[in-house]
């Protein structure tokens, strides 16, 4: 039965060491599939609807569950069948491991207490664990108080310290169970949060969890940190999407907008990029964010790096230029605007895709040229507008430029490009191409003379 592909690879390793620790519980045998139960900061319910072979349906209780994605607990028990633990042609309703007897054991247990008794034992374990009180605090809903944040943050730096060795360094044999262990917080503690609408503390602990994460001294080979990071922005996304709360939607967006300040490494801000620019439309957020770009922009211009300095200026003008598209701006600014940066190769490369997409073939070719002049230092990009030129060329019927271009390409743009050599020698009777062709092997004299002359030898076979 194949079953993997159902779940993110990262659900899948967490499942599986929830199977290894043997931490499913339970399974009963149902007409209609297996029923489990499954030990986390709760015990959660799965359900797995079989029929055929096949898996046709899959719930379980728990909070990453609830909204209608594949969960660890779900892996759990999936590995725990395919590892032949479970049979599914048993006759017995009951598959129950004696190992995790005891489990359910204590479950009986404690159903039978007396009450007083139970929430006696129970205050006992709390006071003597920070962690599971932190849990029971969530689990029953209680509101999550500014000390109780800062709580939350002890436990998170705890896990830090456990991991860290000299130097404040993660090595690779301490870094998975150190992202496991983050990641158990994130799904567990910051999830039921959420489940129980408790945002503005999910988000405080969450955003505080991905800045240590992000300046954290760490072998990151397996690349933990993106895992963190993807849960980390599903938790935000989730966040704005559910939350109805004005002041909280507001310190979001100050929190994104400062955090773009290199406080964490570069790729791990691109998350934080991400957010602020796939969220917060309201005008009075997309005012921000021009003023945002227009420092950006600024700051690119100002490095001395002239390659990086013009590839961050070309990001950032397009990002304004996205902000001006989204708030319906005049077309006639946002082109006065495109104007000012017209020297930026991916402003033009939108106007040209634009004009491809109108069909206005002979507005895509006059920006092509002009592109050729503006970066005629960068043969790459030279190289790419003019096969560009020699396709619209020849899509609108223009022989003499479609032949004119393609002679550019061989004899400077893309010399010994077979390709091209091939599609020129298709425009010329026989007779006149071997005229044409001496042109071509007269150009590349140097560099015949330094291959042996192995490129025309096959070029002659060939042609």
Not at 157 to 170: A, L, M, T, V
Not at 221 to 226: I, L, P, Q, W, Y
Not at 364 to 391: F, P, T
């Amino acid at each position: 039965m194949e079953w993997e592909h159902l779940f993110e690879s990262h659900i899948l390793e967490r499942g599986w060491d929830y199977y290894e620790n043997e931490y499913v519980q339970e399974i009963l045998k149902e007409e209609n599939g297996i029923k489990a139960w499954v030990e986390g900061s709760d015990l959660y319910q799965v359900h797995i609807g079989i029929a055929d072979g096949e898996i046709i349906n899959m719930t379980c209780t728990c909070p990453y569950a609830e909204g209608g994605l594949n969960c660890k607990h779900m892996a759990a028990v999936l590995y725990m069948l395919e590892e032949g633990c479970v049979d599914m042609n048993e006759d017995s309703s009951a598959l129950n491991r004696d190992k995790n007897k005891p489990f359910m054991d204590a479950y009986e247990l404690v159903k039978g207490a007396e009450e007083d008794l139970v929430r006696k034992f129970l205050a006992d374990i709390l006071i003597s664990s920070e962690v599971l009180m932190n849990r029971f605090k969530i689990a029953v809903s209680q509101e999550i108080s500014e000390d109780n944040i800062r709580a939350y943050k002890r436990q998170i730096d705890q896990i830090f310290r456990k991991y860290e060795g000299r130097g404040n360094f993660i090595d690779y044999y301490h870094a998975s169970g150190f992202i496991l262990e983050l990641y158990d917080f994130l799904c567990e503690d910051i999830r039921t949060m959420l489940s129980n609408k408790q945002y503005e503390a999910a988000f405080l602990l969450s955003t505080y969890l991905f800045v240590e994460v992000g300046n954290i001294d760490m072998d990151d080979s397996d690349g933990g940190t993106g895992m963190i990071s993807d849960e980390c922005q599903d938790i935000w996304f989730e966040i704005l999407e559910e939350s109805a709360d004005e002041r909280l939607e507001q310190k979001m967006f100050q929190w994104f907008m400062n955090s773009l300040d290199g406080s964490v490494i570069d790729y791990m801000e691109d998350y934080i990029e991400g957010t602020l620019f796939e969220y917060f439309k309201e005008n009075k957020y997309m005012e921000e964010k021009l003023k945002l770009t227009d420092k950006m922009i600024k700051s690119a211009s100002e490095k001395k790096d002239a390659w990086n300095s013009d590839r961050l200026v070309g990001y950032w003008v397009k990002r304004h230029m996205d902000i001006l598209v989204e708030m319906n701006i005049d077309k006639s600014e946002i082109d006065a605007f495109c104007r000012r940066y017209w020297n930026v190769a991916e402003i033009r490369k939108i106007y040209i895709e634009k004009s491809l997409n109108e069909k206005n073939y002979i507005r895509a070719i006059e920006i092509l040229n002009e592109s050729k002049k503006i970066d005629a230092g960068l043969r790459g990009l030279v190289h790419d507008y003019s096969i560009k030129l020699k396709e619209l060329y020849k899509l609108i019927g223009d022989d003499t430029a479609y032949k004119d271009e393609l002679w550019k390409l061989i004899l400077d743009y893309d010399k010994g490009n077979l390709n091209i050599f091939r599609e020129l020698k298709s425009l010329y009777p026989a007779d006149e191409w071997e005229v044409k062709r001496q042109i071509i092997f007269d150009n590349y004299k140097t560099i015949m003379e330094l291959k042996s002359f192995t490129w025309k030898k096959r070029c002659m076979r060939s042609f």
